[in-house]
């Protein structure tokens, strides 16, 4: 049975690696031969007891013993030492001399101890000979070249001593053991075939195990580093998805408007703040064109900029890199307008060609009207100084170099810088009130319980003694009232409001002021027979140096006094507004609550007993 | 014959009364008549009717309009546009003072300004 390992001997590794498998199979299987070809030498020497010289026989068993001795020791050794590779190779060559050593011993028998005078004797020797060289072409076909030297060496001279005998019956018995042989070695090879065949299978098979098992671990290591990958995978996807809503967050909670455009400026997102600032929904916003949104004049200055700094309107960008901030009015779904500051930058794909611009609108617009305030205010402010100034410096100059001015003129010139030099005081108590007032956020200090009707007709009886002319008629609840304010700038407003209505009524006129208690607050109201106001004037009327009639130069003021009034007024959590006919009068209405938002509400009887006077 | 009988007038034009005055006091001119306005309206209707030849204007005044509105208006009606328009103006609004001689003043003083600069210059300009 001839496979493809035996064919396979052109393969150096391979014949070694077959001989070595050889080699391990004779040390694994030999010991029990060993034992049972020696209890064959011990029944032979049995046998031929009563034939043969003892000494012979002796002899021949003490040498046969002693090479099977070896054979074992080697045995031992060999399992001792367990050599593995090439060293087994070594191992084989000295099994297969004492293979060949025994073999001639057995040879020896027939030469030696050959049993003339019995037939049988002679038989039965060649019974042991020839059973004993088939039982090795079993035991020792591994080692072919071995077990055919033996197998000669046991044979060839049992043959030989036959035919030496010369007669016919013993020549044909040599003859017969020759023809053994040659059947017995044919044999011992193709058993030598086979087991070289099965041991290559073996080989195959193992071979076969071991890349599979390879593969095995291969494939392993690699689901092992696949599951690994993955996890990392799933890691960076979770970092990703993290930071994603992170910055989804981010955008979603700003207060300003976050807004992409592509480059055909159409919205590709806007953040939901836009709502809060322009009353759009994300919806409706992403439906209209970004310039359409834009007034008139921030429209054509925008279009202008962005075409030239970001590349829109068809020509090339200057740079992609540029970021634009410009501020600029925007209209709100409601039709009012709101100053946005918006920061816009070109994003870019991952080749770096730009496709979309990205951009930031901050709500502006109080910042902007507190600017144009301070603006005007200033403007206002200084054209009220200018005014007792130039009057101030003009008569003084005039007294310094004029000789002829009468003295009762000079009189009237001085009495004018003296009035103008009062009213600048007045420009600036009140400028100082205002800032004091409106420093203090909500009544941060100075808050305690006052008894608002006393202060009330003080102030009253004071107006109305400083006036002479005006008459007040008051209509206020019959238990005192009693709030937690800021005494001085109450005092302050009532003296504002009292003092307008003073200076706004002709002479004799009469001044009601009432106060009633509802739900949650107390309503004041100032009337007077005055000059009255128009709607538009009623509008102005808290904006600071506004007078109702500014050339009505016979009313002295400096413009600040209904400012003061509503600050005083709002700081403390109430409302002011002014209802007035134009040639009617004007009625002055105000509320402040009995609780008073953030003040630390201690019990109400406490501060009454701790305050109350 | 008919110039020297005819007494030239002045109008005074701005909206504190005091500065009327001290503009009056510093002018120091009795042969002059003095009108007075308290706001730019005022002024124009007076300036019609009465065709002074000289107006001391102040620019910013409450009202429909200020002080350029009306000098402008003053020196593109013909009968009124030989009026010599001196404007009161606050110091450094450079641009209130351009705007004032594109409207067609004549010349401009700066509050405060001194009285004797103003009087000798309406003394040069009315002789």
Known sequence: MPTRSIGNTDSVPGNRRL???????????????????????????????????????????????????????????????????????????????????????????????????????????????????????????????????????MLLPLAGRHIYEG???????????????????????????????????????????????????????ASERLAAEGAKRQQAETALNNSERVYRTLVETAQDIIWTIDLGLRYTYVSPSVTSVLGYTVEEI???????????????????IYAQELGLAGEEPKDVSTTVRDEMEQYHKDGSTRWLEVTATYIHDSDGNPMGILGISRDITERKRLEQMKTDFITTAAHEFRTPLTAIRGYSELLLIRDDIPPDEQ???????????????????????????????????????????????????????????????????????????DKWKIRKLFDNVLDNAVAYSPEGGVISVRAERCEDHYLFSVKDQGIGMTPDQSERVFDEFYRADASHTAVPGTGLGMTVAKNVVEAHGGKVWVESEYGKGTKVKFTLPIDIPDSDGGDGADEENTHSR | MEETERMKKILIVDDAAVIRDLVERSLGRDDCEILKAENA????????????????????????????????????????????????????????????????????????FSPLELMRKVDDLLG
Not at chain 1, 173 to 195: E, M
Not at chain 1, 286 to 304: G, H, K, Q
Not at chain 2, 82 to 111: P, R, S
């Open chain 2, 41 to 112: 309206e005022e002024a124009v209707a007076i300036a019609r009717q009465e065709k002074p030849d000289l107006i001391m204007m102040d620019i910013m005044m409450p009202g429909a309009f200020d002080g350029l509105e009306a000098t402008r208006m003053l020196k593109n009606d013909p009968q009124t546009s030989d009026c010599i328009v001196i404007l009161l103006t606050a110091k450094g609004q450079k641009t209130d003072i351009e705007k004032g001689i594109q409207a067609g003043a004549d010349d401009y003083f700066v509050k405060p």
């Open chain 1, 411 to 485: 009189k009237e010139c001085l009495a004018h810088i003296k009035e103008q030099a009062e009213n600048l005081n007045n420009i600036v108590d009140d400028l100082l009130d205002i800032s004091r007032i409106e420093s203090g956020v909500g009544l941060p200090a100075g808050v305690a319980r006052c008894n608002i009707t006393e202060t009330l007709m003080e102030l009253i009886s004071f107006h109305e003694d400083r006036s002479g002319s005006h008459r007040f008629e008051t209509a206020l609840p019959e238990d005192p009232i009693e709030l937690m304010v």
């Open chain 1, 19 to 153: 001989r070595v498998a050889e080699v391990e199979q004779l040390y694994g299987q030999t010991p029990s031969g060993h034992l049972g070809s020696l209890f064959l030498a011990i029944l032979l020497v049995v046998i031929l007891w009563e034939q043969m010289s003892h000494i012979r026989l002796i002899a021949w068993l003490g040498s046969y013993t002693a090479i099977q001795g070896f054979r074992l020791g080697l045995i031992a050794a060999f399992r001792g030492t367990a050599p593995t590779g090439d060293a087994v190779i070594a191992w084989g060559r000295y099994a297969d001399l004492l293979t060949a050593v025994a073999g001639l011993a057995w040879g020896m028998v027939p030469v030696f101890l050959f049993p003339t005078a019995s037939l049988p004797h002679q038989y039965l020797l060649a019974l042991f000979v020839v059973g004993l060289s088939c039982a090795m072409i079993v035991v020792y076909a591994p080692s072919v070249l071995a077990s055919s030297v033996a197998i000669l060496g």
């Open chain 1, 167 to 221: 007669n016919l019956l013993h020549t044909g018995v040599g003859l017969a053991v020759i023809g053994l042989a040659a059947v017995i070695l044919s044999t011992n090879r193709r058993i030598h075939a086979v087991n070289a065949a099965s041991l290559a299978l073996r080989f195959e098979k193992d071979d076969l195990i071991d890349s599979l098992l390879t593969e095995k671990a291969k494939l392993e290591d």
């Open chain 1, 286 to 304: 992403m439906s209209l064109n970004p310039f359409d949104t834009l007034t008139e004049a921030s429209r054509s200055r925008i279009a202008r």
